[in-house]
């Protein structure tokens, strides 16, 4: 390595109305370092990134990149001067092919002939099969990535910039992932690693920088810090972790024989042959990689999709072809992946939110007639049990932060005494100490007798609540197995293992 | 009822010319959405262009001009759409709808001095020896360029759309304006560009109603065209070739029942009258089953939020 820092920041300022993204962030990347952004939710990581990849000016500041001045104006220019970003949300094109999608990504994209030949050698020779002439949208997660991390390579970037690469990925293509950095790091490329999983970082990188509202924190070489204090960095706090009395499951209350169900969107996956059983007081975790029948299996719970007769049993009683609003009345009670739009209703105050889908359990109509009174104080009770940070209970959904309306949600479903509560991603985007909270209310819910099935890819979440575990995989479900005494190995391996991939050649 | 005074050779060489003005403002409109926006102001636009070239030509006595200022008269109209979606972000279907009453009144009060003029006529490009072969000659070798330009149109649109880096941009950004962003793409400029694009074809499709096939200026005379347009866009599963397929239907039920009525067909006016719009539909209906042809981020109103 030589003295001179790749990319050097120095004092990167960016603030938005009402909050400071990005206090004074100094930090340096040398060639063929591997290093870490950790930080929370909101921490201000994406900014940074997004601030070394032209799609944010900062205020103040400077950036260098090889010692000399780097203010890249937009994406194009970051590229051209060697930096290559995969992003977190695929920046994808779902009806464009693998090599198209690759040809949008780079300034001086060759024919599609030449392009696809290339696709092939950079594919081949970092262990990323894939088919240049494939349209993305029927590709799975990790090969989504592999499109994203080639077209990166394509251009020979110094650094590579990837945003919570991870959280799509099975174990096995984690393992597969991190061969091809080590790779590219030893061939001098440096990596600037955004994420929170915390072993990840201590198995990967060599840097770590650590933002808690903004500002550094604090820095270590992750492989001589232990996570818990990593951890603690990150949030500021000593975390607590949820705890259970735990007792023997009760009667059966969901019944799933054999549900099989077609995908009510276009690029969706078929519910496939999924049995299982859920008891009182027991809490199934269900894993999976994102795309592979969660949204579907929740959707047939909550009664937004139908299915056949004699798949679905509540309480021995056949529910498959109630909708929504009758399955609350019997006590199935769901809180879906998606805040914004799915589980909220963006443009509305949290008081109507709560007249949602508290209406009929809550006792908040009568004849017709609403009554916001009782809405109000439910909300308002909501608000108080699970912290919500907002102004009040008339302040719109979409004015809440992401953490703070996922406690919202979760909080509206557990207040309403369910007898089964599914919910998919419950700590999606939430800061740890507030994912905790909810976790607890989760247990909490379990220890009164509810059954429940949380549906989630955080594993180290699965592991911490669930008592059974299962995966879904291709729209199946593998059998459940008590969760305590499962391996990170097996866990990858019902998830569907590798999909194909396999490790760098060379 | 004399059903052989139809000449077919007249009668074929009618229906091209009957379709291009819905081939223009259709082709126009598949680009537009191409790139995610839905315009729904087709026919505002057409008969805004349709008075614009027909005032410029006769002004000027040359109906190329005309032409000019309908492409033009059609663009500055749709940059409203896009001042009002692109910009202030309002909504597309509302703004669409605005644009035809707009354009529909409009028009009326720029054509108020020239109702019951002819206007200049666009001569047939002579093709020499072509014309004379008998049949096909009459039937291809006897419009107007702008027929012509019509049909190199859709096959540029085709060619650019599938083969080139500015064709593959305007999809992407049709297909994921957030992604489109996200690798540094200007989304609002691209679409700014396609939905003038939209308003150009319209304009001239409005003018070739004005200046040739009906030639003479009367209020709402696009009469529907647009919104045929609308449909055929969607219902040819946002395919160029398809598209064209679409509009010779509809081109060809129109000449024919056109001639039906003149040759005294025993089936009531208001029958022959409907039956292009019922037929183009039905059989665009089947042949678009295909659903997942519609740009994904279609209709849905871009804001960069960072």
Same mark, same amino acid.
């Given at each position: 390595?030589?003295?001179?820092?790749?990319?050097?920041?120095?004092?990167?300022?960016?603030?938005?109305?009402?909050?400071?993204?990005?206090?004074?962030?100094?930090?340096? #990347?040398?060639?063929?370092?591997?290093?870490?952004?950790?930080?929370?939710?909101?921490?201000?990581?994406?900014?940074?990134?997004?601030?070394?990849?032209?799609?944010?000016?900062?205020?103040?500041?400077?950036?260098?990149?090889?010692?000399?001045?780097?203010?890249?104006?937009?994406?194009?220019?970051?590229?051209?001067?060697?930096?290559?970003?995969?992003?977190?949300?695929?920046?994808? /094109?779902?009806?464009?092919?693998?090599?198209?999608?690759?040809?949008?990504?780079?300034?001086?994209?060759?024919?599609?002939?030449?392009?696809?030949?290339?696709?092939?050698?950079?594919?081949?020779?970092?262990?990323?099969?894939?088919?240049?002439?494939?349209?993305?949208?029927?590709?799975?997660?990790?090969?989504?990535?592999?499109?994203?991390?080639?077209?990166?390579?394509?251009?020979?970037?110094?650094?590579?910039?990837?945003?919570?690469?991870?959280?799509?990925?099975?174990?096995?293509?984690?393992?597969?992932?991190?061969?091809?950095?080590?790779?590219?790091? $030893?061939?001098?490329?440096?990596?600037?690693?955004?994420?929170?999983?915390?072993?990840?970082?201590?198995?990967?990188?060599?840097?770590?920088?650590?933002?808690?509202?903004?500002?550094?924190?604090?820095?270590?070489?992750?492989?001589?810090?232990?996570?818990?204090?990593?951890?603690?960095?990150?949030?500021?706090?000593?975390?607590?972790?949820?705890?259970?009395?735990?007792?023997?499951?009760?009667? +059966?209350?969901?019944?799933? !024989?054999?549900?099989?169900? !077609?995908?009510?969107?276009?690029?969706?996956?078929?519910?496939?042959?999924?049995?299982?059983?859920?008891?009182?007081?027991?809490?199934?975790?269900?894993?999976?990689?994102?795309?592979?029948?969660?949204?579907?299996?929740?959707?047939?719970?909550?009664?937004?999709?139908?299915?056949?007769?004699?798949?679905?049993?509540?309480?021995?009683?056949?529910?498959?072809?109630?909708?929504?609003?009758?399955?609350?009345?019997?006590?199935?009670?769901?809180?879906?992946?998606?805040?914004?739009?799915?589980?909220?209703?963006?443009?509305?105050?949290?008081?109507?939110?709560?007249?949602?889908?508290?209406?009929?359990?809550?006792?908040?109509?009568?004849?017709?007639?609403?009554?916001?009174?009782?809405?109000?104080?439910?909300?308002?009770?909501?608000?108080?049990?699970?912290?919500?940070?907002?102004?009040?209970?008339?302040?719109?959904?979409?004015?809440?932060?992401?953490?703070?309306?996922?406690? /919202?949600?979760?909080?509206?479903?557990?207040?309403?005494?369910?007898?089964?509560?599914?919910?998919?991603?419950?700590?999606?985007?939430?800061?740890?100490?507030?994912?905790?909270? #909810?976790?607890?209310?989760?247990?909490? @819910?379990?220890?009164?007798?509810?059954?429940?099935?949380? #549906?989630?890819?955080?594993?180290?979440?699965?592991?911490?609540?669930?008592?059974?575990?299962?995966?879904?995989?291709?729209?199946?479900?593998?059998?459940?197995?008590? $969760?305590?005494?499962?391996?990170?190995?097996?866990?990858?391996?019902?998830?569907?293992?590798?999909?194909?991939?396999?490790?760098?050649?060379? | 009822?004399?059903?052989?005074?139809?000449?077919?050779?007249?009668?074929?060489?009618?229906?091209?010319? $009957?379709?291009?003005?819905?081939?223009?403002?259709?082709?126009?409109?598949?680009?537009?959405?191409?790139?995610?926006? @839905?315009?729904?102001?087709?026919?505002?636009?057409?008969?805004?262009?349709?008075?614009?070239?027909?005032?410029?030509?006769?002004?000027?006595?040359?109906?190329?001009?005309?032409? +000019?200022?309908?492409?033009?008269?059609?663009?500055?109209?749709?940059?409203?759409?896009?001042?009002?979606?692109?910009?202030?972000?309002?909504?597309?279907?509302?703004?669409?709808?605005?644009?035809?009453?707009?354009?529909?009144?409009?028009?009326?009060?720029?054509?108020?001095?020239?109702?019951?003029? !002819?206007?200049?006529?666009?001569?047939?490009?002579?093709?020499?020896?072509?014309?004379? #072969?008998?049949?096909?000659?009459?039937?291809?070798?006897?419009?107007?360029?702008?027929?012509?330009?019509?049909?190199?149109?859709?096959?540029?649109?085709?060619?650019?759309?599938?083969?080139?880096?500015?064709?593959?941009?305007?999809?992407?950004?049709?297909?994921?304006?957030?992604?489109?962003?996200?690798?540094?793409?200007?989304?609002?400029?691209?679409?700014?560009?396609?939905?003038?694009?939209?308003?150009?074809?319209?304009?001239?499709?409005?003018?070739?109603?004005?200046?040739?096939? +009906?030639?003479?200026?009367?209020?709402?005379?696009?009469?529907? +065209?647009?919104?045929?347009?609308?449909?055929?866009?969607?219902?040819?599963?946002?395919?160029?070739?398809?598209?064209?397929?679409?509009?010779?239907?509809?081109?060809?039920?129109?000449?024919?029942?056109?001639?039906?009525?003149?040759?005294?067909?025993?089936?009531?006016?208001?029958?022959?009258?409907?039956?292009?719009?019922?037929?183009?539909?039905?059989?665009?209906?089947?042949?678009?089953?295909?659903?997942?042809?519609?740009?994904?981020?279609?209709?849905?109103? /871009?804001? $960069?939020?960072?």
């Amino acid at each position: 390595m030589t003295d001179t820092p790749l990319l050097d920041l120095t004092g990167l300022t960016k603030a938005y109305p009402g909050v400071v993204a990005n206090d004074s962030v100094s930090l340096a #990347i040398m060639p063929g370092e591997v290093h870490a952004l950790l930080g929370e939710n909101g921490a201000g990581k994406s900014t940074l990134v997004k601030m070394i990849y032209g799609l944010v000016k900062p205020d103040a500041g400077s950036m260098k990149m090889n010692g000399e001045a780097f203010a890249p104006a937009e994406p194009r220019a970051a590229r051209a001067a060697g930096v290559g970003m995969v992003f977190q949300h695929f920046s994808l /094109f779902d009806a464009l092919t693998v090599a198209e999608n690759i040809a949008l990504g780079m300034e001086n994209a060759p024919k599609l002939n030449a392009l696809s030949q290339q696709i092939r050698d950079v594919s081949d020779t970092y262990g990323l099969p894939l088919s240049p002439d494939r349209v993305v949208g029927d590709l799975s997660a990790g090969e989504r990535q592999r499109v994203e991390i080639i077209r990166c390579l394509l251009q020979e970037p110094k650094l590579l910039i990837m945003d919570e690469p991870t959280s799509v990925l099975t174990p096995q293509e984690v393992e597969i992932l991190f061969k091809t950095l080590r790779k590219l790091s $030893a061939e001098g490329t440096a990596i600037l690693y955004i994420s929170h999983k915390l072993e990840e970082i201590r198995a990967l990188c060599d840097g770590a920088t650590i933002l808690r509202l903004g500002k550094v924190v604090g820095e270590c070489v992750p492989a001589e810090t232990s996570a818990r204090d990593m951890a603690e960095m990150m949030v500021g706090t000593v975390l607590q972790t949820p705890t259970r009395a735990g007792k023997t499951p009760g009667e +059966v209350v969901l019944e799933l !024989k054999s549900l099989s169900a !077609k995908s009510q969107s276009a690029f969706g996956m078929p519910l496939r042959d999924i049995s299982v059983e859920v008891r009182r007081g027991e809490v199934l975790g269900i894993g999976g990689v994102a795309g592979n029948g969660q949204d579907e299996l929740l959707a047939a719970l909550s009664g937004e999709m139908l299915t056949t007769p004699g798949m679905i049993l509540f309480q021995g009683r056949e529910v498959g072809l109630l909708g929504p609003n009758p399955r609350r009345g019997l006590g199935i009670l769901t809180a879906p992946e998606e805040r914004l739009g799915h589980a909220a209703a963006p443009d509305m105050s949290l008081t109507e939110n709560a007249m949602l889908t508290g209406a009929a359990r809550e006792g908040l109509e009568k004849g017709g007639l609403l009554n916001w009174g009782a809405a109000r104080q439910f909300a308002e009770k909501i608000i108080a049990q699970f912290d919500v940070r907002t102004p009040g209970p008339g302040n719109a959904a979409r004015s809440l932060s992401g953490g703070n309306l996922q406690k /919202f949600v979760i909080g509206r479903e557990v207040l309403q005494r369910p007898e089964l509560l599914v919910v998919n991603q419950p700590t999606w985007g939430v800061d740890a100490s507030a994912a905790a909270s #909810i976790r607890q209310a989760l247990l909490d @819910l379990a220890e009164n007798g509810t059954a429940l099935v949380v #549906i989630s890819q955080d594993l180290d979440e699965l592991m911490e609540i669930s008592d059974r575990f299962a995966a879904l995989n291709e729209g199946r479900l593998s059998p459940p197995r008590p $969760a305590h005494d499962l391996t990170v190995d097996e866990i990858g391996l019902m998830m569907g293992g590798a999909h194909g991939m396999e490790v760098a050649h060379v | 009822m004399d059903l052989s005074a139809i000449n077919p050779i007249l009668f074929i060489a009618g229906f091209l010319v $009957a379709a291009t003005p819905l081939i223009f403002a259709a082709i126009g409109e598949l680009v537009v959405e191409k790139s995610g926006v @839905l315009n729904l102001g087709v026919e505002g636009m057409m008969i805004t262009g349709a008075i614009c070239g027909f005032a410029t030509a006769v002004e000027t006595g040359s109906p190329m001009l005309g032409f +000019v200022a309908a492409a033009v008269g059609g663009a500055a109209l749709s940059l409203l759409f896009a001042f009002l979606t692109q910009i202030t972000l309002a909504n597309q279907v509302a703004s669409g709808l605005a644009l035809t009453l707009f354009g529909l009144g409009l028009s009326a009060l720029l054509g108020q001095s020239y109702v019951g003029i !002819k206007p200049p006529r666009l001569g047939d490009i002579n093709f020499g020896p072509l014309a004379d #072969i008998p049949v096909i000659g009459p039937i291809l070798f006897t419009h107007d360029i702008i027929l012509y330009l019509g049909i190199a149109l859709v096959a540029g649109v085709w060619a650019v759309l599938k083969f080139t880096r500015a064709g593959l941009i305007l999809r992407a950004v049709g297909e994921s304006h957030d992604a489109a962003h996200a690798l540094g793409y200007k989304v609002v400029r691209i679409r700014t560009l396609a939905i003038m694009f939209g308003g150009a074809c319209a304009g001239i499709g409005g003018a070739y109603i004005s200046l040739i096939r +009906v030639p003479q200026w009367t209020e709402g005379m696009t009469a529907g +065209v647009g919104w045929i347009a609308l449909a055929l866009v969607v219902f040819a599963s946002w395919k160029p070739w398809r598209l064209l397929l679409g509009a010779y239907l509809f081109g060809g039920i129109t000449q024919l029942q056109l001639n039906l009525q003149g040759a005294g067909v025993a089936i009531p006016v208001e029958y022959l009258a409907m039956s292009p719009y019922v037929i183009t539909i039905i059989v665009l209906v089947i042949l678009s089953a295909d659903k997942s042809a519609a740009p994904a981020s279609l209709g849905r109103t /871009f804001h $960069a939020s960072h």
